[in-house]
Nanobody, 113 residues
Framework: VQLVESGGGLVQPGGSLRLSCAAS????????MIWYRQPPGKERELVAT????????YYAASVQGRFTISRDDASNTVYLQMNSLKPEDTAVYYC???????WGQGTQVTVSS
């Protein structure tokens, strides 16, 4: 199982970023996917989930209405569109496949003026 996140960076408050997670080594279309994040000095927390079909999603209350999780089974990629970013969204963002307990290396998102 391999998961490679990309798309992080430095953005001003109110800005947007789109994170990508390219998956390989398993049947992507059969698996739910999750985005987590770990703010500096804090525990890792769940951000959003998407079912294997893409028909069901879940968001943490802190990102509801601002973030959107989606998937493209043709390219084995899960996305996290992040809008109206706040300084408290600063974290390392990870994608995760629960069936195989597989993690990516993470991508840093910093929201600061």
């Amino acid at each position: 199982v391999q998961l490679v996140e990309s798309g992080g960076g430095l953005v001003q408050p109110g800005g947007s970023l789109r994170l990508s997670c390219a998956a390989s080594g398993f049947t992507f279309s059969s698996n739910a996917m999750i985005w987590y994040r770990q703010p500096p000095g804090k525990e890792r927390e769940l951000v959003a989930t998407i079912s294997s079909t893409g028909g069901s999603t879940y968001y943490a209350a802190s990102v509801q209405g601002r973030f959107t999780i989606s998937r493209d089974d043709a390219s084995n990629t899960v996305y996290l569109q992040m809008n109206s970013l706040k300084p408290e969204d600063t974290a390392v963002y990870y994608c995760y496949v629960p069936r195989f307990a597989g993690w990516g290396q993470g991508t840093q998102v910093t929201v600061s003026s």
